[in-house]
Every structure is written in structure tokens, then in C-alpha cells.
């Protein structure tokens, strides 16, 4: 090889290597609003639901970009990743994991 193309492999793996620790950081840490979530019995459970069955496509952080939602909309999109994509998650536990996205995403009805 010449020591420019060594130069630029080296550049390469470089690179990656710091895509590939930034993607796995983004996973790990817990961000604010998830961390300073006040959780109960239920929402600990929906939460442990949750890293089970969830964690797989979606990391914390994904959960926590979200805009906080009604009860209603995270049925509904939980419901469509059961029927849609497969989720393989039971009736009880979707209404687990609901609880624990109310707790950590939810708008609270009035």
C-alpha cells in the first residue's frame, strides 16, 4: 500500500470507530425526562416490559425524543406494533407498558 492509502484506511477505521461508539452511547444513558420519571409497582413492571420486549428497535433515548402523548395515542401505537409489526407482547403487558410510557411520556387527562 501506498502512505496515502494507509493514511486514508486508517482515517476509515477511525471513523467508524467512533460512529459505532456514539451509536451504542446513544442506548446506555438514560436521558432527563426518562431518568426523573417518578415510576410506581406498575411502571416498574411496564418498564422491565419494556426492556424486555421493546429495547430490541427502541433505545430509551428513541423513547425519550418523543412528544408526550394521551393514554390513548401510546395504545394505539403500541397496539400497532403488536398487530403491524409483530410484537410479540401480550394483552396484559401492553397495558404494563402503556402505564410506564404514560410515566415517562404521557400527557395525564384532566
Known sequence: MQPIEIMIH???????CIAFL????QGT?????????VLG???????ELFRTHCITCHTLRYID???KFHRKTW???TDKMIKSFGAPISDSSAVLIVDYLMAVKGIKEE
Open 75 to 77: 395504545e394505539k401505537i
Open 10 to 16: 486508517k482515517f476509515s477505521i477511525i471513523i467508524i
Open 29 to 37: 444513558g438514560e436521558t432527563s425526562e426518562i431518568k426523573n420519571a
Open 41 to 47: 409497582e406498575r411502571e416498574l413492571k411496564g418498564e
Open 65 to 67: 425524543m418523543q412528544p
Open 22 to 25: 456514539m451509536a451504542c452511547g
